[in-house]
Nanobody, 122 residues
Framework: QVQLVESGGGLVQAGGSLRLSCAAS????????MGWFRQAPGKEREFVAA????????KYADSVKGRFTISRDNTKNTVYLQMNSLKPEDTAVYYC???????????????WGQGTQVTVSA
């Protein structure tokens, strides 16, 4: 089992920045690929970004490419999502997830956090 706890969400104006953190405990963090997903009201949970176990390969959804950066610190068992140039359409609950497949679908991730709300005002 891997336990995941997100933090860093909040209310920000359009054009602003936030950094989300996801702290992991339980099994060896560095064995897992990590992903960030988000879910807006009335919408499906969608892929945002993923990072492989060593942190040297990343993937992004087209909608966030160039604005968001995923990173990880295996010494701290933490994954981050730096979000810049935020837009109102980025408003959602953001979830981190851990899996053994470096994928872009939610079905490829085994463990999930409870989520953190990000709200971007116009």
């Amino acid at each position: 089992q891997v336990q995941l706890v997100e933090s860093g969400g909040g209310l920000v104006q359009a054009g602003g920045s936030l950094r989300l953190s996801c702290a992991a405990s339980g099994r060896t963090f560095s064995n897992y690929a990590m992903g960030w997903f988000r879910q807006a009201p009335g919408k499906e949970r969608e892929f945002v970004a993923a990072i492989n176990w060593s942190g040297d390969i990343t993937k992004y959804a087209d909608s966030v490419k160039g604005r968001f950066t995923i990173s990880r610190d295996n010494t701290k068992n933490t994954v981050y999502l730096q979000m810049n140039s935020l837009k109102p359409e980025d408003t959602a609950v953001y979830y981190c997830a851990a899996g053994q497949l470096f994928g872009q679908t939610r079905y490829e991730y085994l463990y999930w956090g409870q989520g953190t709300q990000v709200t971007v005002s116009a």
